[in-house]
């Protein structure tokens, strides 16, 4: 089932760059899909539209759709609150809130007015385990979340989008400042997630993709050159930039 479809989707910012030009993918569920290429080829922008974080660019134009079960998400009436819990984004730093792990989690569902302390206990419990970060913390949820490490800190915001139910999780480049150790236990988690997720990665390396991702697709200066099965990008490719690509000539 194609969970997010794209659209002869573009976008050009302010300053005239045309980050994306006339992208067309169609994102599967309960599969991990991975933007790969150079640096400035438009994972990021990608990423960001899904999430409307765009909004707060300077973002000059903006065509084509993104469609989430059908529904555009730049349609101007879609609920950006309601989109940002259905498809949740972590990045590459790791950014936890100057709260305790455990208030970290259920930030979210507070806002949301959930104050039923089973309920929060669970979602803690529940998320830190798909995080693969539960067997770690679970004697100090009431820790700063500052006085773990990076690598964990990063977990607990992968838990922290998950407490709130998304369908989607969106992730750029989120274990490229994480040590050996960490970066494979976010990717066992994306493996184990994607059975109940729609996971869309741009992933630090191309051996990350190629250790998890199901599709790949290959943007090269806001294009999509191609988009296939990553057996399919890896071991033949049927574009020359692909293959120059994967085979790390440039990069
Ligand atoms: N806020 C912005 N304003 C203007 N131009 C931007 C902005 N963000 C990104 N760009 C430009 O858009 C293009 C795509 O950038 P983007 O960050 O999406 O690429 P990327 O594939 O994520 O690159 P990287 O691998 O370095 O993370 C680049 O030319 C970049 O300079
Ligand atoms: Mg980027």
Known sequence: MNKIVVENFSLTYSDGTESLQ????KIKANAITALIGPAGGGKSTFLRAMNRLNDLADVATLAGHLFIDGQDVLDPKVNIIQLR?????????????????YENIVFGLRVAGERRKEVLDETVEQALRQAQLWDEVYDRLNDSAFAISGGQQQRLCIARVLALHPEIILLD????????ISTAKIETSLLELKENYTIVIAPHSIQQAARIADD?????????????????????????????YVQGRFG
Not at 85 to 101: C, E, H, K, N
Not at 231 to 239: A, G, L, M, N, W
């Open 22 to 25: 006339n992208i067309n993918l």
């Open 85 to 101: 819990r259905t498809a949740g984004i972590v990045f590459a730093r790791p950014m936890p809130l100057p709260l305790t792990i």
């Open 173 to 180: 480049e989120p274990t490229s400042a994480l040590d050996p």
């Open 216 to 244: 790949v697709a290959f943007f090269l200066q806001g294009e999509v050159v191609e988009f296939a099965p990553g057996e399919k990008i890896f071991t033949r490719p049927e574009d020359k930039r692909t293959q120059d």
